[in-house]
T-cell receptor, first 114, second 113 residues
């Protein structure tokens, strides 16, 4: 059974710092990996999608990498801002139990202090 | 703009009542999903549908029911059999091809009173 783990569970940094969020998964047979942002009481906003054949994706100050063989992904946030404060979730899309599905980690709650 | 609309944003249920959460998408996506989110836990899949008039149970389907009569709509009913329904419910959709990502709605917070 696929399990997705995110470390750390919470992170507090000063504004301007570069930071890395970690995601690991137990079964490397995935189609893709997606990073989401969730603000309190809100839905999920997709940040980056990495296909299983790709190594990384970039969008603005965000860079996500994928090492499928080792079951790891990282989300790098450059020059963090208070507006980046949110919970970041990673999810892998896989085939399991006769259907494709998205399996989520529990998230990393990020606080960027002014 | 294309997207997913969930309504209502907040919903209160009395003990023994059934309530229905709405999810509508105009993205022309084939597949739709319902997830439940509890504090400190990851999202858990309730039901999903990959085509109209067909749907499958997810990991925590007990006490819930769905229908998929139109491509755009995937309502979720929380029945009285669901003993702990207080949670945040998220609807999502995707093009039914595995290389694509998911799009989520803004969620419905259900509280039992």
């Amino acid at each position: 059974k696929q399990e997705v783990t995110q470390i750390p569970a919470a992170l507090s940094v000063p504004e301007g710092e570069n930071l890395v969020l970690n995601c690991s998964f137990t079964d490397s047979a995935i189609y893709n990996l997606q990073w989401f942002r969730q603000d309190p009481g809100k839905g999920l906003t997709s940040l980056l999608l990495i296909q299983s054949s790709q190594r990384e994706q970039t969008s603005g100050r965000l860079n996500a990498s994928l090492d499928k063989s080792s079951g790891r992904s990282t989300l790098y946030i450059a020059a963090s801002q208070p507006g980046d404060s949110a919970t970041y979730l990673c999810a892998v899309r896989e085939w399991g139990g006769g259907s494709e599905k998205l399996v989520f980690g529990k998230g990393t709650k990020l606080t960027v202090n002014p | 703009d294309g997207g997913i609309t969930q309504s209502p944003k907040y919903l209160f249920r009395k003990e023994g009542q059934n309530v229905t959460l709405s999810c509508e998408q105009n993205l022309n996506h084939d597949a739709m999903y319902w997830y439940r989110q509890d504090p400190g836990q990851g999202l858990r899949l309730i039901y999903y549908s990959q085509i109209v008039n067909d749907f499958q149970k997810g990991d925590i389907a007990e006490g819930y029911s769905v229908s998929r009569e139109k491509k755009e709509s995937f309502p979720l009913t929380v029945t009285s059999a669901q003993k702990n329904p207080t949670a945040f419910y998220l609807c999502a959709s995707s093009i039914d091809r595995t290389g694509y990502g998911y799009t989520f709605g803004s969620g419905t917070r259900l509280t039992v009173v």
